[in-house]
Every structure is written in structure tokens, then in C-alpha cells.
């Protein structure tokens, strides 16, 4: 999944190197952005989301915005493109290098979103009223399925805490006995 993203995030910088492959600037910009990623990336596959192995980033992450984003005045269109994006999300783009198990992407937030996207496609229109409900029990929902728990047996325990619920959802397809 991780490798997925990946590409998914370049594709756009790979596109545009395609583009302009005389682009120095652009092409200097993602060489030093590669350079400061790869590692990172390397670093979470091996050992997860742990700051305690992370940290030692946080010195080459600020050298980096110092070096390609704050003081280089770029002239490539392109690159000043990517160079403002970069300024602009500087503060939550490495987020993750400051707190244990953040993930680096915003793929779980993404596939949240998608379930309110469905529902108003479904109802041809989303009001407050009905909001309110559908979100508490998209959260409820959403929580069992991450924590692995059967949403129907923790509604029809009573309980109030998920993370306090036991239960557990059984495998799915055939069980060899």
C-alpha cells in the first residue's frame, strides 16, 4: 500500500519532469526531494512509526526547506510551483517525525471521506439534521472495522467504549480444523 502511494504522489513531479526534461531546477527540486524521502520512507518500512527513529530526519528535513525552499528564488515556473506548494504545507507535511504512530499519508482520512461522499451521492442532497446521527455511527463504524470488532456485537452490548470492547470478529472465508 505504502508503494502504491508512492507513486501516486510522484506521479505528478514524474509528469512534469517528462514534460520539461530540460528543466534543471525541477529536476534538481525532486533529486533533493527523493534524496530526503527515500531514507524516511526506508526508516518507517523497517521500523514503523516510532519518533525514537524518526528524529534524526528532523535536522536533514529543516536543511532541506532551508536549502531548496525558503532561499533559492527559482525561475523555472514548474519548480516555483512545487517550491510554494512545499512552503505552504511545510508544517504538516512531516508531521510524522513528531509523534508516534501518525501516519505519513492521508489515506485513512481519504477513505473516512469517501463514505460521506457516497451517502450524499445516494440521498441527492446531505442536511444537518440527519448529519449528526450518520457521522456518530460512521465513527462508531469505521473504529470496529480498524480495531477489527464486530460492529453489530459491540452495538448490542450496550457498551459505550470500543477500545474497552472484547469482542472479536472471526476470520472470513473457510477455517481449516
Given amino acids: 500500500m ?23 531546477e525541477l529536476e534538481a527540486l525532486t533529486t533533493a526531494l527523493r534524496d530526503l524521502i527515500v531514507p524516511i520512507f526506508e526508516t518507517i518500512d523497517k521500523y514503523g512509526l516510532k519518533v525514537r527513529h524518526l528524529t534524526k530526519f528532523r535536522a536533514k528535513v529543516e536543511r532541506f526547506f532551508t536549502q531548496h525552499v525558503t ?20 508544517d504538516g507535511l512531516f508531521l510524522f517525525l513528531e509523534y508516534d504512530d501518525v501516519p505519513w499519508n492521508n489515506n485513512m ?6 463514505h460521506i461522499a457516497v451517502q450524499r451521492k445516494i440521498s441527492g442532497s446531505f442536511y444537518a439534521s440527519g448529519m449528526e446521527d450518520y457521522l456518530v455511527m460512521l465513527g462508531i463504524s469505521q473504529t470496529c472495522q480498524f480495531q477489527n470488532k464486530p460492529l453489530l456485537a459491540f ?5 459505550k467504549d470500543i477500545d474497552a ?7 472470513k472465508g473457510w477455517v481449516m480444523k
Avoid at 507513486?7 to 526534461?21: A, F
Avoid at 452495538?155 to 457498551?159: D, K, N
Fill in 2 to 24: 505504502q508503494q502504491r502511494f508512492k507513486v501516486q504522489c510522484n506521479s505528478t513531479i514524474n509528469n512534469d519532469l517528462r514534460k520539461s526534461p530540460f528543466d534543471t
Fill in 155 to 159: 452495538l448490542m452490548a450496550g457498551s
Fill in 109 to 114: 482520512a481519504e477513505r473516512a471521506l469517501r
Fill in 71 to 90: 532561499r533559492q528564488e527559482l525561475k523555472s515556473e514548474t519548480a516555483a510551483k512545487y517550491q510554494k506548494r512545499l512552503s505552504k504545507y511545510k
Fill in 165 to 171: 470492547f472484547k469482542g472479536k470478529r472471526e476470520p
